[in-house]
Structures are given as structure tokens and as C-alpha cells.
């Protein structure tokens, strides 16, 4: 039986190792957000 | 459209890619706990990932239309709108007549006495002013509102489809709750060898394509590999580029996860220590070497056969080849000499010299006779050296030395002449594609290889973006930008010489290339502007290509990079003139000053050559002047724009914004002293572009569009006679509506009414009459024509 704190801690901990695991995907898909938010006059895109 | 398919297809690489690693990892376990909150952001990551690249193209669209649509650009609008026609006019004035009170509401808002003279004007002179609203504002700008509507139409739609592609990966990963066929592809395909070869292979051979652009670069070849990324567009490269991010960190994440040893950050590292190192610095700067035979004509015939010449010798070579009968004319007074500051702005820029260059010869060739050079920095030396480019091009059309800058008689604008039209076409290619490509592919690459590979420099693509340009729009044969720079100016040919102002970041100190020697060579630290080629101690048959100079001329930050020479041992970097200062005024008057210092007798006044400097000639006293090319507006509305401030990251991006405007300010500066200082007797007259007019975007590629708007703007036609009285009269009138209109504006947006120091229709119909009349006015009080 798992205990409170194991059901707690046990989502998060999938979560923080999915972030982990993608984290190349992640920084890139901000960097991609950042870098296409930026008014497309400046680079007349 | 391109763009959006490559933007979709980004999208959904990601969220493949974080499906595969999320599922190929064994410390995840998404499905078990998909009930709770993490399960859920686990399972939609994914999803979410891939929607962030639609939706930052979404607000950078809708960001777009709001730099575009700037405070000063609205007011404009609002203006066109009230006075566009008579009906219009008329309209505007009934509103503003519906006013309680308004006269003195109108006199409230002028507290500096500008305002209307006499309370309202009669009907007779706001009839008048209508009609020369509409005789000096040409249709291009007053049809202003339309073409914006027409723009936030189609941004409205590309932000539409933008969001609806991001809803629509977000509903996808809603609905999928149980695995799917994207879990099986992620699983199986995504990271399967084939997929990678495919990856690699594509990469590569876009590497090899975009850098094919700076092989070719000098060269003319039978297949333009601009037109690859020109085709392609600067918003599909970004996105490829980063669809070979995504695929290639993911890539190596999951080895590194697998192999238990970092593999990213040592990449990272390594590119930054090789750079630390100068081990990849690719940049070097084009130089050439001109033959025996070549570099003979080279020499200025009577002069001291120095090479290169001296600024003095190639200026009396130059006005020795003026026609004598021409010449006659200036027998009792003195003969203008002009130079023109062309300043810096991308496109813009580019746009302002070359087409008020290209349109002034088009009407008034004679102007060949009196100005000696043009003084550009960044797209305004583009500007200028598509333009010695087009006089030198053979077969030369004889220029006839007469000169018609006035508006005909029927009022219809003279039509383009043979300049014009090749300027125009010159200036509609894309050149921000070639640099894309190879900044995103090559020059990327280069930066994690110890060694440095020319054909990666994005400065070498800009290059041949701007001779293909040439050879797509005048001909492949014999390429003027292709030649050593100095073959631009003959002191008998027509093209004006071109000084491009380039900085050195050694020293921060501004040069220019130059075919002539401005001053010697001189270890000491002198204010006197020095050429390139002698501070880089160039024997007299190194030289660079023309494209070479408007390139260096033209690196502005990040987008270009800084070039590299090598001089005794010593390394140099040259960056964008516009580092130092953006309006090439500087460079003009130190110009003047030396060509002053050499010829006149006296420092001060109109110069009277030196007895033994000008034996035989008819004239022999000069006013050099200058005609400034700029986008300086000095009134505070523009300034006031509330976007211009701020804008966060306080601590690590103030020191760089402060730089970065006090460039631009400093050049406002050197223009400001030619309008109100000790400047003022070297202004022949200005040429302004207008951002209240239209929010001018800053980059290397411009649509047709604002081509117009910036056409519209520099024209060389000019409504003079009775007609200036009027205009000059007209000003109260043109108070009366401005005054009427910002209280109509004020009351629609619940706001008080803003005092002026300028009238927003006033300062435009100023800066229009001033533009179009510059070149006109100059003659006029130099003497040199009349209608």
C-alpha cells in the first residue's frame, strides 16, 4: 500500500523526470516562441 | 505560405519528439497517473510544447501590427481621413464648426502663439488649404488609411490561422487519452536510424546549398543560389532551423540520458572556448588585386601619379573635367560643390539614397557637374552604391546637362526615368534571405569547428545577395560590384565618388572606403576622417570588391557579422558605420573641411581657390554644401510615443539600449547642427523620411508597399511659385484643423486634449514641402538653375 506522501510525491516525481527528458524539446519550443513573438516588422519576415 | 506550412510542421515535430522521449523513458510513467494534475501536464506536454511555436507566431503578428500602428502613424491616418477630399474636408470642418466654444478650445491648445492667427479662418482659406493639402500630399500617402486597413487585414488572418493551429494540436492532445497512433510513430519512427540519416542528410545538403551563396560570391555563375533561400523565405528558414534544433538536442538528450554522460554542454563549451580563441572566426573581408594594366589607368593624369590619389588631386582632376562651357557660368559666382550624407536604416535607407539619387539624375543630370561625393552608412551606402553602380554601367546613356525638378504645368508628377525604374527593381530583392540562410545553416555550423571556413560568412551571402540582385535585374556581364571598389569613380566619369563609413572596434574610430587617399597615414590619433585602405596600410593594387565595401558599411548588430582584416600583423574588426555616427554628416563635413583646408585660400565664407591650384579655369571660387539624407524628426510628438520606453532587464540591457540609441541620437545631433547651429552654412538642404508618416521597418528586405510610401516622400518634384505663398499662409488654416481634430480625437478616447508645439498636419505637409523642394530651392539660391 502506498503511503500519502508516496501518492503525492509520485506524480511529481514522473513530472519532474518528464521535463527532464525532454528538455531539449522544451527550451527549444520557448526559444522557438520567443524568437517568433518578436514583431515580424523588425525582421520584415 | 511556405512559412505556415514549415510553422505547422515545427509544431508537430516537437510535440512528436517530446511524445517519444516521454514514452521511451522508463522513470516516466504518464499513463498511471494521468487522473492526477502531473499525469495531466505530462500527458499534454507534448501538445503544449508544440502549440508554443504558432502561438509566438500568432503575437508576433499581432505585436507587428502594433509597432506598425505607432500613436504618430494613427494621428497621421486620422488626418488623411478629415481632408482626403473636398467632401471630406468639408465634413471635418462641420465637426469641428459643432464644437461649443471652439475657438477658444483651439487657442487653449497652442500656448506658444503657433496656433491660428485669427480665430477661424475665413471659408476662402480653408477652401485654399484643402486644395494644397491635396496639390502637396501625394496620393500614395493620403491613401494611407486604406492600404493599413488592407495590411491589419491580412496580419488579422496570419494571427488567426496561427492560433487556430495551436488550438488545434491542444484539442488533439485532449482527446487522445488513451495511446495513440502519434504514441505508436513517436515510439517506433521518430528516433529510428532511417529518420536520422533523412535529418542529416537534409541539413547537410541546405548547409551546402546556403553556403554555395558565398562560394559563388564574386563570380558570375549561370545558377543564382540566392534564389534558393529567396524562394524559400527568412520566416521558413528560421523555422527549418529550428525543426534541426529540436530533432538534433532531442537527439542528443536521449543519448546522453541513455549513455549517462553529458553531451550537449561540452558542445556548448567547446563552440564558446573556440570563439574565445579566435580559432573560428570566419569573417574575413574580401580584398582583390587589380592588374598592372588596370591599376595604370588608375593614376590621374597631370596629378603626382600617387596611389592612391589624393582627395585634392582627384577633386581638381574632376572639376578640370567639367565642360569649360559649362563652367562659364560661374565665372562671377561661386560654383556649388555638393556632397551628400546618405544615413544609415537597413532598407529604409537604402530606399532614401538610391532612389532620391537615381530620381535626381532621372530630371536633373546636371547635377552630375556639382556633386563631388556621397557619404553613406549602412543601407544609405547601399543606397549610394547601387547608384555609382547604375552611371557606370555600360553602355552609358549620355546624361544631357539639363535639369527639371519643377512639377509641370498640368500638375501631373514626371514620369520614371531609366535610373529610377532600375533603382526601384534593385531595391525590391530580398536581401535578409541569402544572410538568413547562411546565419541559420552555415555560419551556425562554423561556430562549433575549430577552424574557420570562409564559404560559412553570412557577410559574404549578404555580398552576393546584392550582385545577384544586379545580375537578375541589370545583366551578369561585367558586374560593377563584382570590380575593386575605386573603379566606381573616373574624375571624368558621371558617378559622384562614394566614401562608405564603416567602424573600426579596435579603435571605435569611423573610416571610410575610399578610392582616394583622404589624409596620410599618421600613427597619431587625428580627428581628421582617414580612408580604410590607407589605415589598413592597403598597397595601392589591394582593394575591396564594391559589394565588399556596401557590406562592410552595412553590419549592423547580430544580423552581420563584424569583418576581419589583417593589417602588420594586427587584426582589425569592422563593424557598421552607423556605430559612430548614423547620418553620415560627420563624415560629409570632415570631407569639406579637408577639401577646404587643401584648395581654398581661407577657412571661412565661399572658397576662393588658391592662385596656382586651378591655372586656367573659368571658375574658381566654390561653396561646397551638403544635401542630408536623414529620417530625423525633431519634434517631441514622435518622441513622446509611449512604446518607445522601457522595456525590462533593467540591469543587463540598459548599458546596451543606452548605447545602441545614443548612436542614433548622436547622428540626430550632427543633423540638428545643420538645421539650427554652426552647421547650418554647410546644408544645401534635407530629405526626410517620415515615421510619423509610416512606421519605417528596420531590416534587408522591403515590400513594394512601403517602397511607395517611401517614393511618395523623397520626390524631386516640386509646386514652387504663388503656390508657396499660399502654403506659407496656409498654416493657420492648417492649425485651425489640427487644433479641431486632436479635440475631436481627445473626446472619442475620453482623454484632454494634448498643447502642441507643432501641428501634427502642419508638420507633415512641412517636412513633405521641404523634400520635395530641397533639390529645387538649393539651385535656386546657388545660382545654378531656375524654371
Request: hydrophobic share 45%; proline share 8%; glycine share 6%.
Amino acid at each position: 500500500m502506498p503511503t500519502n506522501g508516496a501518492r503525492l510525491l509520485g506524480p511529481l516525481q514522473d513530472l519532474s523526470a518528464a521535463i527532464r527528458v525532454t528538455r531539449a524539446p522544451l527550451i527549444l519550443a520557448i526559444a522557438s516562441f520567443l524568437i517568433l513573438c518578436l514583431p515580424a516588422q523588425v525582421l520584415e519576415l | 505560405m511556405l512559412a505556415f506550412v514549415t510553422l505547422a510542421g515545427l509544431s508537430l515535430l516537437i510535440a512528436l519528439l517530446t511524445r517519444g522521449l516521454i514514452r521511451g523513458n522508463d522513470d516516466v510513467h504518464a499513463a498511471p497517473a494521468a487522473r492526477t494534475v502531473p499525469g495531466l501536464v505530462i500527458h499534454a506536454l507534448p501538445s503544449l510544447l508544440g502549440a508554443l511555436p504558432p502561438l509566438g507566431a500568432a503575437l508576433g503578428l499581432y505585436w507587428a501590427l502594433q509597432s506598425t500602428l505607432t500613436a504618430p502613424l494613427s494621428r497621421a491616418i486620422t488626418i488623411f481621413e478629415a481632408v482626403k477630399s473636398p467632401t471630406a474636408l468639408a465634413d471635418t470642418l462641420r465637426t469641428i464648426d459643432a464644437i461649443p466654444d471652439v475657438a477658444a478650445k483651439i487657442k487653449a491648445l497652442f500656448p506658444d502663439g503657433w496656433g491660428p492667427q485669427d480665430g477661424k479662418p475665413d471659408p476662402e482659406t480653408l477652401a485654399a488649404t484643402g486644395r494644397i493639402v491635396l496639390e502637396n500630399v501625394p496620393a500614395t500617402i493620403l491613401q494611407l488609411p486604406e492600404r493599413t486597413r488592407a495590411l491589419s487585414l491580412a496580419i488579422y488572418v496570419g494571427t488567426t490561422l496561427s492560433f487556430l493551429l495551436a488550438v488545434a494540436l491542444l484539442a488533439f492532445s485532449a482527446r487522445a487519452t488513451t495511446a495513440t497512433s502519434l504514441d505508436h510513430a513517436a515510439r517506433s519512427r521518430v528516433f529510428h536510424p532511417a529518420a536520422l540519416f533523412v535529418f542529416f542528410a537534409f541539413f547537410l545538403g541546405l548547409t551546402a546549398l546556403f553556403a554555395a551563396q558565398s562560394v559563388t560570391v564574386g563570380q558570375a555563375m549561370r545558377f543564382d543560389f540566392t534564389s534558393i533561400p529567396r524562394a524559400l523565405g527568412t520566416l521558413c528558414l528560421v523555422n527549418l532551423c529550428l525543426a534541426f534544433l529540436v530533432f538534433l538536442c532531442s537527439m542528443l538528450t536521449r543519448a546522453s540520458d541513455r549513455l549517462r554522460i553529458p553531451l550537449i554542454s561540452p558542445l556548448l563549451a567547446f563552440a564558446l572556448f573556440a570563439s574565445l580563441l579566435d580559432w573560428n572566426d570566419n569573417h574575413a573581408v574580401r580584398l582583390m588585386e587589380s592588374s598592372a594594366v588596370d591599376l595604370a589607368k588608375r593614376k590621374i593624369p597631370g596629378a603626382r601619379e600617387k596611389l592612391p590619389p589624393t582627395a585634392e588631386d582627384a577633386f581638381k582632376a574632376w572639376f578640370a573635367s567639367r565642360p569649360a562651357d559649362y563652367k562659364k557660368k560661374f565665372v562671377d559666382k561661386p560654383y556649388p560643390i555638393y556632397l551628400v550624407a546618405a544615413q544609415g536604416g537597413g532598407m529604409y535607407a537604402a530606399n532614401l539614397s538610391g532612389l532620391f539619387l537615381a530620381r535626381l539624375y532621372d530630371r536633373c543630370p546636371l547635377m552630375r557637374h556639382h556633386v563631388f561625393a556621397i557619404s553613406g552608412v549602412s543601407g544609405g551606402s547601399v543606397g549610394a552604391g547601387f547608384f555609382a553602380a547604375l552611371l557606370n554601367e555600360p553602355p552609358q546613356t549620355p546624361l544631357a546637362d539639363t535639369c527639371n525638378v519643377y512639377l509641370p504645368a498640368d500638375g501631373k508628377p514626371h514620369s520614371k526615368g531609366p535610373l529610377e525604374t532600375r533603382m526601384e527593381a534593385l531595391l525590391q530583392t530580398d536581401f535578409l534571405a541569402p544572410v538568413a540562410a547562411s546565419m541559420l545553416f552555415p555560419d551556425l555550423l562554423q561556430r562549433f569547428l575549430p577552424v574557420p571556413i570562409p564559404a560559412f560568412d553570412r557577410a559574404r551571402a549578404f555580398e552576393a545577395g546584392l550582385e545577384t540582385a544586379w545580375d537578375a535585374v541589370i545583366s551578369s556581364k561585367g558586374n560593377p560590384l563584382r570590380q575593386p571598389f575605386w573603379q566606381h569613380w573616373r574624375p571624368e566619369g558621371d558617378s559622384p565618388m562614394l566614401l562608405l563609413n564603416t567602424t573600426i572596434v579596435e579603435t571605435g574610430r569611423q573610416v571610410a572606403a575610399a578610392p582616394v587617399e583622404l589624409k596620410p597615414f599618421s600613427q597619431e590619433t587625428t580627428p581628421d576622417l582617414q580612408s580604410l585602405q590607407t589605415v589598413l596600410r592597403l598597397r595601392p593594387e589591394i582593394d575591396v570588391p564594391l559589394s565588399t565595401a556596401m557590406s562592410l558599411s552595412a553590419r549592423f548588430p547580430l544580423v552581420m557579422p563584424a569583418g576581419l582584416v589583417w593589417s602588420e600583423n594586427r587584426s582589425f574588426h569592422l563593424v557598421d558605420g552607423g556605430y559612430y555616427e548614423n547620418s553620415a554628416v560627420d563624415s560629409s563635413l570632415a570631407m569639406i573641411a579637408h577639401l577646404r583646408d587643401a584648395l581654398c585660400a581661407s577657412s571661412e565664407g565661399d572658397c576662393v581657390g588658391k592662385s596656382s591650384t586651378f591655372p586656367g579655369d573659368p571658375a574658381k571660387m566654390f561653396r561646397f554644401k551638403m544635401f542630408i539624407l536623414t529620417d530625423y524628426d525633431p519634434t517631441p510628438d514622435y518622441h513622446s510615443d509611449p512604446r518607445k520606453g522601457g522595456g525590462g532587464l533593467n540591469e543587463l540591457m540598459s548599458p546596451i539600449r543606452a548605447m545602441f540609441n545614443s548612436r542614433v541620437a548622436r547622428g540626430e545631433l550632427a543633423v540638428g547642427r545643420t538645421m539650427r547651429g554652426n552647421d547650418v552654412k554647410n546644408a544645401a538642404g534635407w530629405v526626410s523620411l517620415s515615421h510619423r508618416i509610416y512606421n519605417l521597418p528596420l531590416g534587408w528586405q522591403l515590400s513594394p508597399q512601403v517602397q511607395e510610401v517611401i517614393s511618395a516622400q523623397v520626390t524631386a518634384d516640386c509646386h514652387y511659385d504663388k503656390d508657396f505663398l499660399q502654403f506659407v499662409n496656409a498654416f493657420s488654416a492648417i492649425s485651425w484643423i489640427d487644433g479641431g481634430l486632436e479635440i475631436i480625437d481627445a473626446a472619442k478616447h475620453n482623454r484632454q486634449p494634448r498643447p502642441y508645439t507643432a501641428t501634427p498636419l502642419g508638420r507633415i505637409l512641412a517636412t513633405l514641402k521641404t523634400s520635395h523642394c530641397a533639390v529645387f530651392q538649393a539651385l535656386g539660391a546657388d545660382k545654378v538653375w531656375a524654371p
